[in-house]
DNA sequence: TAATTTATGATACTACATATCATTTTGAGA
DNA sequence: TCTCAAAATGATATGTAGTATCATAAATTA
């Protein structure tokens, strides 16, 4: 897993540069996040953990670390599955204020994309109409990835 | 409140046409919902119901019961927040596969909008672009109604 | 009215999450 | 390098959302 380590590498530069502490099992927890193609739950993250290296955090720890991690901007909880995912934006620079998270309900993969300007100003229109004011919103959609869609056609 | 009893005998209504049987304790559990500007969850439902009509009825039961509002069309349930709204369509013929829920972060209200076709056609784009297919979407987007927003100010 | 289906009740349990206090680790300054 | 304060983690207990399962009651149908 070459990939993974260079991005939590960069996750580590990153809290250097801040005054955060990437502890060992900020690192760990991280990088089961970013292995894994579908998002997991703290409880999911515990059993990952334990396998990789032995020993069973408790509850509690794995929900501070993950709040730490979104702190930071390493990860994101999809609210609406009580699942926890890596940010695929922690190796680039590039900046992002409203994601959406596309949730294959068959693999549940789940692919983070940033909303187009356009979509945006389209749903801010749509909330105004409606008297809201929206915020950042984060949008959690399911839908099925064509990878699944051709294996089942 | 006039109003809220009509809409409960609407679907009253829509269920004797459907062969639904829409008992007492549902009929009850739909009117707080649709009763309430801000969404509920199942338990805050249950302790409503209790107030209202001195007994106070078992979780199981209350989850049962939205379950069939929910299959029948009169409620929606919001998954970021585990709670559950009434639909905004039930006394209209008006059919919505698509639906936005606009949540007012300061005081809960929900507004049930139409997501327009504009706005689904540029997300399903969007989401084509990553290689997925939307299911029909439900949105839940956080926000700040004009009331509480005109306030603040 | 008997039999069958549908709805509800009761008990127990699982998963997700947090409050609280104890202990360990880390980093900064003497 | 040692000490102390802050930050991180551990442990225990508990709260809350939701479900499995089996029992009972109510309503339909025959």
Known sequence: MRDSEQIVN??????LENGLRLTKKR??????LVESPFALSAYELRELCKTECDEMLPP???????DFLQEA??????NVS????ACSHIACEHEHLFSQFL???KCKMVTEIDIPDLTIKN??????SAGFELESPQLEINGICFTCKN???
């Not at 960069?10 to 809290?15: D, E, T």
């Not at 509690?60 to 993950?66: A, F, H, K, T, V």
């Not at 901007?73 to 999809?78: S, Y």
């Open 60 to 66: 509690m720890s794995i929900y501070r670390i993950l």
């Open 82 to 85: 009580n699942r926890y995912t």
């Open 103 to 105: 949730i294959c309900v």
């Open 10 to 15: 960069h996750a580590q530069k990153f809290c």
């Open 27 to 32: 690192r760990q927890v991280l990088k089961a």
């Open 151 to 153: 294996r089942a056609a």
């Open 123 to 128: 749903m801010k229109n749509d909330a105004a």
């Open 73 to 78: 901007g390493f990860v994101h909880r999809l």
